[in-house]
């Protein structure tokens, strides 16, 4: 399985960005699909979840801003990010479950918010 990432870009406070992953597997509609985040100097960390059910789950310091979702004709996974703050800068991840357990990570793609 891959997952590539893309859709980074620096933004300025306040702004909206939208990040995408592609995932390269037969099973992408049975898949729990999530997105996290790592600051520099700190620990990889939850921003959103999305089940094969399209239940989502979001970390705290993004409920009310970020919007996960999937498009599993696409086999894609999306991170729709409106008002940007300094401190969502980091590189973000895309993480795929398999309900066999199996995890997969992407390479990350790199959000900077800074005016």
């Known amino acids: 399985v891959q997952l590539v990432e893309s859709g980074g870009a620096l933004v300025q406070p306040g702004g909206s960005l939208t990040l995408s992953c592609v995932a390269s597997?037969?099973?992408?509609?049975?898949?729990?699909m999530g997105w996290y985040r790592q600051a520099p100097g700190k620990q990889r960390a939850l921003v959103a979840t999305?089940?094969?059910?399209?239940?989502?789950n979001y970390a705290d310091s993004v409920k009310g801003r970020f919007t996960i979702s999937r498009d599993n004709a696409k086999k894609t996974v999306y991170l729709q990010m409106n008002s940007l703050k300094p401190e969502d800068a980091a590189v973000y991840y895309c993480n795929l479950h398999t309900t066999t357990g199996l995890e997969y990570w992407g390479k990350g793609t790199l959000v900077t918010v800074s005016s």
């Open positions: 999305i089940t094969s059910n399209m239940i989502t």
């Open positions: 597997t037969r099973i992408f509609s049975l898949t729990a």
